[in-house]
């Protein structure tokens, strides 16, 4: 699933192609990739001839604020990513006019495409069809978003804030720090680089971890997420960015998907395991259950 590096590639992306677009028209395979409003005929109806005002993020969502006070939020889910180009429908199949990355199979599956009065238009690639879009007033996007936890690159996000999060909480700390009502947008691997880079192991409980380790993680977690957006972020499976592009993040993991390979701070070979069902890389050297802090 794409994470905040991902989603903040994507609307960074968006930003420089879209904005001041408005949506002509819009096209489906799979309604049931739209939420709200419940009828694909409605949705079409209500977002045809609003411009968009302003692209952002929130978590793993990104926000087009449209004209008119309207929002349409897109959540790529597992396997989605949104590109722009220009595509024509040949034979039932929507084929790319311009050569490149638009044209590789991984860009293909698309499900939705948002047609702008500037000739360009915004497609989602889902090979799952997991991904949800939604149309909703600007101003119930608070509603949208409540229980969400703090943007961990903002620069409200202060050390102190970070602490008080772990006061009187309990639980392996990979599992919390990807809890989206504690931290927004970390995932799988964004949480298993920070923990590397804090040399803190993924099981320990956070109740254990001091106001040094706590120091280390918080700026463990800022440095791994700020690389993966400067690079891109990351491809293993199925992103891209919005023209069809791999995220460069991939040649910067130090632990993710590396296990028996030697960890790139002592050489100790990277192990896995698993942690409620999801796999977790560490190494056993420097992220020991006791450091000295």
Known sequence: MPELPEVQTTVNGLQKKVLGGTFIDVWTDWEKMVKRPARFKEFKKQLKGRSILRVWRRAKNVVFELLGGY???????MTGHLLVGIWNLESGIWKSVEDGPLKEKINGYL???FFLDNGKMIALSDM???????LVKTEDLHKEFEGL???PLEKSFTFEKFQALFTRRRGKVKQVIMVPQFIAGIGNIY?????????????KDISKLGRKELRVL??????????????????????????????????????????????????????RLKIGQRSSFYCPACQTLNPKF
């Open 149 to 151: 936890g703090p943007e």
């Open 111 to 113: 499900h939705i495409i």
């Open 128 to 134: 799952r069809k997991f991904a949800k879009v939604e």
């Open 218 to 271: 918080y700026n463990a977690i800022r440095k791994v997420l700020a690389l993966g957006v400067e690079f891109g972020g990351d491809s293993f499976s199925d992103y891209r960015d919005v023209d069809g592009n791999k995220g460069k993040f991939e040649g910067k993991k130090k632990v993710y998907q590396r296990t028996g390979q030697p960890c790139l701070r002592c050489i100790t070979l990277i192990k």
């Open 71 to 77: 929002s349409l939020l897109i959540h790529m889910k």
């Open 191 to 203: 949480a298993s680089e920070a923990l590397w880079e804090a040399k803190i192991h993924p099981v």
